[in-house]
Antibody, heavy 114, light 112 residues
Framework: QVQLQESGPGLVKPSETLSLTCTVS????????WSWIRQPPGKGLEWIGY???????SYSPSLKSRVSMSVDTSKNQFSLRVSSVTAADTAVYFC????????WGQGTLVTVSS | DIVMTQTPLSLSVTPGQPASISCKSS???????????LYWYLQKPGQSPHLLIY???SRLSGVPDRFSGSGSGTDFTLKISRVEAEDIGVYYC?????????FGPGTKVEIK
């Protein structure tokens, strides 16, 4: 059974870049799409985007100018970068398998604060 | 973007009683391949969401048969035939027809 685990800094300063990695275990990263979704504290789910194992991407229009995703098939990992962060980017960030997520990681809280 | 709405936004249910959640999309979710890309997720307190239903009415393996999905086009329903205490949490619908993917605002289900 595929498992996903997010990792990265829990605290990022305003105007800096948020970077997270999702490690996939129990299966290959190949032949699937991989998504990032976030959830501000006490709020609903917001789709950030997805990347295919070959590197093609689709991003949320509201975040497109600040978001990039990449995949490393040799490490069975994919990554998210969000630049120029503000307090509004504070959220639990989830990685997930599938463009319409089938399985999710446990999530990691990223706080944007000086 | 396709806008997803859900009603009600909160629901208090007596154990053993049925519950129903409505999800509406601003555009039809019917794809040219004949499938309708509407998904239902449950996020239990303190957990990540997990998929219950895909393509309107297909239950993921391991999901109890008290959960059922129905609907077509722009109108969809998730039904729980007999609510159990473990069913509490927030239920979200998601449209998977096009990017950007969009979630409904969520329906919080509590036990009376």
């Amino acid at each position: 059974q595929v498992q996903l685990q997010e990792s990265g800094p829990g605290l990022v300063k305003p105007s800096e870049t948020l970077s997270l990695t999702c490690t996939v275990s129990g299966g290959s990263i190949r032949n699937y799409y991989w998504s990032w979704i976030r959830q501000p504290p006490g709020k609903g789910l917001e789709w950030i985007g997805y990347i295919s194992y070959s590197g093609s991407t689709s991003y949320s229009p509201s975040l497109k100018s600040r978001v990039s995703m990449s995949v490393d098939t040799s490490k069975n990992q994919f990554s998210l970068r969000v630049s120029s962060v503000t307090a509004a980017d504070t959220a639990v960030y989830f990685c997930a398998r599938g463009a319409s997520p089938l399985s999710w990681g446990q999530g990691t809280l990223v706080t944007v604060s000086s | 973007d396709i806008v997803m709405t859900q009603t009600p936004l909160s629901l208090s249910v007596t154990p053993g009683q049925p519950a129903s959640i409505s999800c509406k999309s601003s555009e039809s979710l019917l794809h040219s391949d004949g499938k309708t890309y509407l998904y239902w997720y449950l996020q239990k307190p303190g957990q990540s969401p997990h998929l219950l239903i895909y393509e309107v009415s297909s239950r993921l393996s391991g999901v109890p048969d008290r959960f059922s999905g129905s609907g077509s086009g722009t109108d969809f329903t998730l039904k729980i035939s007999r609510v159990e205490a473990e069913d509490i949490g927030v239920y979200y619908c998601l449209q998977g027809l096009q990017s950007p993917r969009t979630f409904g605002p969520g329906t919080k289900v509590e036990i009376k």
